[in-house]
């Protein structure tokens, strides 16, 4: 724990707090998940979400006043995304400190984006519970300011597939829809070509070498059009 909170240059009150925000599900799942000593981080997720995102949008408001809603939208969109607070996680090794059961250790649990993208959000919500919202706010700046600088510089992490389903959802209340168009190619060697709804309005279909490349792509060409007819 004292080498994580000097790594991340904070310092907790109550250490139980951000040991908390390291125990995944997985963990207090095979254990004695009524116990206190076996709870999970999800709770604290939950807030530090809210955190993140309210600290976020409040510096893209007060910091880019010439920019549109839906492109403050698009920023904010990116660097709260999984792909990026997994990577900062696995800056702060995050991925050293927590607590997995088993099942998911031995299934690669400490490098799975998702499972590193919300511990990052968990010690957020640690991190405000024990010192408030100013400190909270100081560290979520310090790792989301570069981020933001980064997208500006166009040199941002993009999982296109995250990209669009956190910004159509907070937009439009809806997930994109993938539909597998096509498969082509004898078995060894298949092209698949998907498209996506989004809004009622269809995108692609693009093609990649398995449907999950052909999902990334066609979200990438939607991305890029809806960056393109916004402007």
Not at 90 to 118: F, N, P, Q, T, W
């Amino acid at each position: 724990m004292s080498s994580f909170q000097k790594t991340a240059e904070i310092r907790f009150k109550k250490t139980d707090l951000l040991e908390l925000a390291f125990h995944h599900r997985s963990y207090s799942n095979e254990h004695n998940s009524n116990s206190k000593a076996y709870a999970n981080n999800e709770r604290l997720e939950f807030l530090g979400d809210a955190v993140l995102g309210m600290v976020t949008a409040s510096y893209l408001y007060e910091s880019m006043a010439e920019k549109k809603e839906g492109d403050l939208a698009k920023i904010k969109a990116v660097v709260v995304s999984e792909p990026v607070l997994s990577e900062i996680a696995l800056k702060l090794h995050i991925d050293e400190c927590l607590v997995l059961g088993k099942g998911e250790e031995l299934s690669g649990g400490r490098e799975k984006k998702a499972i590193l993208a919300d511990a990052m959000e968990a010690v957020i919500g640690a991190l405000y519970l024990d010192s408030g919202y100013k400190v909270a706010e100081k560290f979520v700046l310090s790792i989301i300011v570069p981020e933001i600088e980064n997208v500006l510089n166009n040199k941002s992490i993009r999982d296109y597939k995250t990209l669009l389903q956190e910004y159509f959802q907070k937009k439009y209340k809806q997930c994109p829809v993938y539909t597998l168009e096509k498969k082509s190619g004898p078995e060894h060697d298949k092209t698949f070509w998907v498209s996506v709804n989004l809004n009622n309005n269809i995108f692609g279909p693009a093609k990649g070498k398995n449907k999950k490349e052909a999902e990334q792509a066609v979200a990438k060409l939607a991305w890029e059009q809806i960056n393109e007819q916004e402007k």
